[in-house]
């Protein structure tokens, strides 16, 4: 049983996407859930799409709930902070999903012993199949880590890391639903070039995708093993990965995410 209320401070595309996500499962009723949004037509359009409170401040998103997710974009954090520390009390919860913000620099800009949870959605929190991985804080009790397992179980599957580690995870994970839409972007325009109609070669390639994704997790097998076991010698599926092979596919792979974790560091230089 989740016995927390919620409060979502932000609700951009990703806090909208995490009260959707909650709300379509039994985790708790609306009553128990409070949003604050600066943007005033933003704030009317959650009110009228969730039926929920919103709240005119941040402080009385702190006197309405005992786990505060702070949505806002990570330039906006230290701001929020300074806002919300005279009400903070011990109670409380801090779920951070603003990329690139350490739970320390959370910690320093409270200056209270405050359980401080870093979490990194993706974007398929949009269709309740994110995958999210969450880093602790120095305060944060068994409790507090069941709480958001709860939370974020409800949205999609769940991962826990050594926070020093966050950036590999905005990499792979929190970048990584772009890296296979265009995939099949490219796959679809391929398939269009060759003659297909285009909603065709857009169907063969993402329900391939989905396919190919479902396949490894039902079977549980080790992705080179699997992939060993669909590709027939001297058949077309081998003499396609022969091509990437010679293009040096994977090389091309490891640059792309080692840019994605420097641009992350990067955007976590004040941690």
Not at 4 to 29: Q, V
Request: proline share 3%.
């Amino acid at each position: 049983m989740f016995d927390r209320r919620i409060g979502i401070i932000g609700c951009g595309n990703m806090g909208e996407a995490l009260l959707k996500g909650i709300l379509s499962r039994p985790l708790l009723s609306r009553e128990d859930i409070i949003a604050s949004e600066k943007n005033i037509s933003r704030r009317d359009y959650i009110s009228q799409k969730f039926s929920i409170k919103m709240a005119d401040s941040a402080a009385e998103v702190l006197a309405s709930s005992d786990m505060i997710i702070l949505a806002v974009k990570p330039e906006d954090i230290a701001e929020l902070l300074r806002e919300l520390t005279t009400d903070l009390g011990l109670g409380h919860v801090l779920v951070s999903i603003a990329a690139g913000i350490s739970t320390t620099r959370i910690e320093k800009g409270i200056g209270k012993k405050i359980s401080v949870i870093r979490a990194m959605p993706n974007s398929p929190i949009l269709v309740n199949q994110a995958i999210t991985a969450l880093a602790y804080g120095q305060y944060v009790t068994d409790n507090d880590k069941i709480a958001a397992r709860a939370m974020f179980s409800a949205l999609g599957e769940i991962v826990e890391v050594k926070e020093d580690l966050m950036d590999v995870v905005t990499a792979i994970s929190g970048s990584g639903p772009a890296y296979f839409i265009l995939v099949i972007e490219y796959l679809t325009k391929i398939g269009v070039n060759f003659g297909l109609d285009r909603k065709v070669a857009y169907k063969l390639a993402s329900q391939t995708a989905l396919g190919s994704a479902r396949m490894l997790v039902k079977t549980a097998q080790a992705p080179d093993v699997l992939r060993k076991k669909v590709t027939s010698p001297g058949g077309t599926t081998e003499a396609a990965l022969d091509v990437f092979k010679k293009m040096n596919l994977e090389q091309i792979y490891t640059e792309a995410v080692k840019a994605a974790i420097e641009r992350s560091k990067k955007v976590s230089g004040g941690r």
